[in-house]
């Protein structure tokens, strides 16, 4: 149980990863720092989009609509950390203790 713990945390960051650079390329794309015109621009942001649109749709539906700010992604950061909180609280019973 030990490891599910611990591929669970793994997943979480991951996740967490991809969201802070799908975040930070979306800034970069919109201050034109980085062109979508570019090849590996373009695969690297059309992958990101493909991996998190599903985590970000639900939340968008529920959310108002902010005008140009996109709020999905900071709820979904809260929802990994606060799912990070409770494995972590609850880390005795995949350790048996």
Not at 40 to 66: F, K, S, T
């Amino acid at each position: 149980m030990q490891s599910l713990f611990q591929i669970l945390m793994l997943l979480l960051d991951v996740v967490w990863f991809f969201i802070i650079a799908h975040v930070i390329m979306s800034w970069l794309i919109n201050f034109q720092v980085l062109n979508l015109r570019q090849p590996i621009v373009a695969q690297i942001w059309d992958g990101l989009n493909r991996l998190l649109e599903p985590l970000y749709r639900p939340i968008r539906q529920i959310l108002p609509n902010m005008g140009g700010l996109d709020l999905a992604p900071l709820v979904v950061l809260i929802g990994i950390y606060a799912l990070r909180i409770i494995l972590a609280n609850n880390a005795g019973l995949f350790y048996g203790y």
